[in-house]
């Protein structure tokens, strides 16, 4: 089954750069006969960086606030298929004896989530899931800044407009609290 999958898409990247190239004349022979895989093996690589196996360490006693600022990221807009990147912060407050990630997992958690068209502002939301899921903290809040190519080759040509979204997801125990905390966040992390 996989076999005929990878064919199919194969073959339908084939066709996107020969119809592109009909149409438009955009290629040459090199470029038509090499083109197609080049594609294939992006979108292969891209996909690949969503494996991993996120590592977090037992803390005792009462844990401060970790932040991670400036993570890089690329994605694709799911209505263009264009890229947009920026770069992600992301601020939690691990549980009393509860978990702390890996430090590189929170960039493979990032990676993890961009590596597919979608729209930003459901990326920023999965990211905080996915830390919410494997650390179980009493707050986790994540921002991005990204810009989009989709609105700076095409439509408004907006080359230096930035998009910011953010998401946070917390523990009814320090709702009481939850102002304060995304306050210290935001100004540990910057904004």
Partial sequence: MEQKNEKVLRDSIKQLVYNLHEEYGWFNEEELKNTPGRIENFYREWYGTRNFTFTK??????ESMVIMKNISFYSMCSHHLLPFFGTIN????????????????????????????????????EIVELLYENLNPLFVMVTAKGQHMCMMMRGVKQESATMVTSSV???????KELESLKSEALKMMGE
């Fill in 90 to 125: 992301i601020a939690y407050l691990p549980r009393p004896g509860g978990y702390i990630a890996g430090v590189s997992k929170l960039v493979r958690a990032v990676n993890k989530i961009a590596s597919k068209p979608q729209l930003q502002e459901n990326m920023t939301s």
């Fill in 169 to 175: 997801k917390y523990s009814d125990i320090v709702k």
């Fill in 57 to 62: 360490f037992r803390v005792s006693g009462q």
